[in-house]
């Protein structure tokens, strides 16, 4: 799988919008994007993916570059318990692809009230 | 709550003992994997089953084994235990065994080895 950057550490305000960035400059054309989060002992979860098109679900939002080197990942009302670490990961969906997550150090948001 | 359904929650050992944690996918779901996370490696994929079948292979240390029973649930085999395999255990599920598919995480086992 490609390698992602994420900066180490992020503040928010509780209610305001949170953009969690993510570089992916050796992201091939079969990889897609997907974010997970750990909240404080918990195990990960699922947050979105996508390939091209941002995407929206009930949790968040997730914008992809035009050229998919760079995404950014949308809370656009943090609440106390969107304290986690995001982890943005890339993941080839092919036939022989494994389905093993690979997790680097993640972002870890913290926010404020 | 992820369905996803690890035993036991914690677990304290010590050096040289040997240890099985249990795992229980959602139903439905066909893949498990297994991880662990320490606090100087992150979370690491240890190994992958798809219906009774291994998958995958990560950085699993040959003192450590696992199985996925016809039921689909699976055991992680930790033997010969050393202070270093301290650590949370994840436990995941998927539909799937593809890189696309959602997983779904447990809670974790919490290993302490003394």
């Known amino acids: 799988d490609a390698k992602t950057t994420q900066p180490n550490s992020m503040e928010s305000n509780e209610e305001e919008p949170v953009h969690l960035p993510c570089n992916h400059s050796?992201?091939?054309?079969?990889?897609?994007i997907h974010w997970y989060r750990q909240l404080p002992s918990q195990g990960p979860e699922y947050v979105i993916h996508?390939?091209?098109s941002n995407v929206n679900n009930r949790m968040a939002s997730l914008a992809i570059a035009e050229d998919r080197k760079s995404s950014t990942l949308i809370l656009h009302r943090a609440t106390l318990r969107d304290a986690a670490v995001y982890y943005c990961?890339?993941?080839?969906?092919?036939?022989?692809?494994?389905?093993?997550?690979?997790f680097g150090k993640g972002t870890k948001l913290s926010v404020k009230p | 709550d992820s369905g996803v359904t690890q035993t036991p929650k914690h677990l304290i050992t010590a050096t040289g003992q040997r240890v099985t944690l249990r795992c229980s996918p959602r139903?439905?779901?066909?893949?498990v994997y297994w991880y662990q996370q320490s606090l100087d490696q992150g979370l690491q994929f240890l190994i992958q089953?798809?219906?009774?079948?291994?998958?995958a292979k990560g950085n699993i240390l040959e003192r450590f084994s696992a199985q996925q029973f016809p039921d689909l649930h699976s055991e992680l085999n930790l033997s010969s235990l050393e202070l270093g395999d301290s650590a949370l255990y994840f436990c995941?599920?998927?539909?799937?065994?593809?890189?696309?598919?959602?997983?779904?995480f447990g809670p974790g086992t919490r290993l302490t080895v003394l």
């Open positions: 139903s439905g779901d066909l893949s």
């Open positions: 089953y798809y219906n009774g079948e291994e998958r």
């Open positions: 050796t992201i091939s054309g079969t990889d897609y």
């Open positions: 996508g390939l091209t």
């Open positions: 990961i890339l993941r080839t969906n092919y036939g022989g692809s494994q389905g093993n997550l690979i």
């Open positions: 995941a599920s998927s539909v799937g065994g593809t890189g696309y598919n959602e997983q779904f």
